[in-house]
């Protein structure tokens, strides 16, 4: 059984930084990217950060240079650091374990969800 507990998340002011942290369980052997998503009211739900089983990593252009994900598979951990967080950035943030990403650069989000955990950042 997949369980997803995202953390980290809190209320910054612009240019601050938050890590957030997801312990995942259930999801031994998975080929598929592991990585974030953030979803505000009234926007479309973005994918944010990906990461593979062999460290390869994927951003989406809006944070490349900013975020950085990274992974502890001993821990089962993700993570997320965000630096020079922007008002824009402001969402809820959710880990999915089994992202798919085409060719074609379209994110795919699974139909596991955790909890999430609020990012909110002032101007």
């Known amino acids: 059984q997949v369980q997803l507990v995202e953390s980290g998340g809190g209320s910054v002011q612009a240019g601050g930084s938050l890590r957030l942290s997801c312990a995942a369980s259930?999801?031994?052997?998975?080929?598929?990217?592991m990585g974030w998503f953030r979803q505000s009211p009234g926007e479309e739900r973005e994918g944010v950060a990906a990461?593979?089983?062999?460290?390869?990593?994927r951003y989406a252009d809006s944070v490349k240079g900013r975020f950085t994900i990274s992974k502890d598979d001993a821990k089962n951990t993700l993570y997320l650091q965000m630096n020079s967080l922007k008002p824009e950035d402001t969402a809820m943030y959710y880990c999915d374990p089994f992202i798919h990403i085409t060719g074609g650069g379209i994110w795919y989000k699974s139909n596991y969800w955790g909890q999430g955990t609020q990012v909110t950042v002032s101007p």
């Open positions: 990461i593979d089983s062999t460290g390869r990593t």
């Open positions: 259930g999801i031994a052997g998975s080929n598929y990217y």
